[in-house]
């Protein structure tokens, strides 16, 4: 079976850093496209980062864009996503997706819809 699971979330101050982790297992990352979304509670899910399959090339969006980065292990099968100077907002939920069809374009945004495989996702809260 499929999974991916989140790691690395938590409480953390403005102007902080988190890394975020996605594990995934039963599927290869150079054959996947990798997501990371976050939701805010009553929200839609928002993309923020995707690592391309096979090339690794990789997408942001939102206004944490500039200030996060997506990257991948192939030997660990776990993607990363840094967060630095992170902002004060609502707390959230970050998610990994995976697709094994999906190539994330520069000129498209990231939709959750897209994505077939989801993880249970990580709380992020960042607050003073």
């Known amino acids: 079976q499929v999974q991916l699971v989140e790691s690395g979330g938590g409480l953390v101050q403005p102007g902080g850093s988190l890394r975020l982790s996605c594990a995934v297992s039963?599927?290869?990352?150079?054959?996947?496209?990798i997501g990371w979304f976050r939701q805010v509670p009553g929200k839609e899910r928002e993309g923020v980062a995707c690592i391309n399959r096979s090339d690794g090339s990789t997408v942001y969006r939102g206004p944490a864009k500039g200030r996060i980065t997506i990257s991948r292990d192939n030997a660990k099968n776990t993607v990363y996503l840094q967060m630095n100077s992170l902002q004060s907002e609502e707390p959230a939920v970050y998610s990994c997706a995976g697709d094994p069809d999906l190539y994330c374009a520069d000129d498209r945004r990231l939709v959750a819809s897209d994505f077939h495989y989801w993880g249970q996702g990580t709380p992020v809260r960042v607050s003073s």
């Open positions: 039963r599927f290869t990352l150079d054959y996947h496209a």
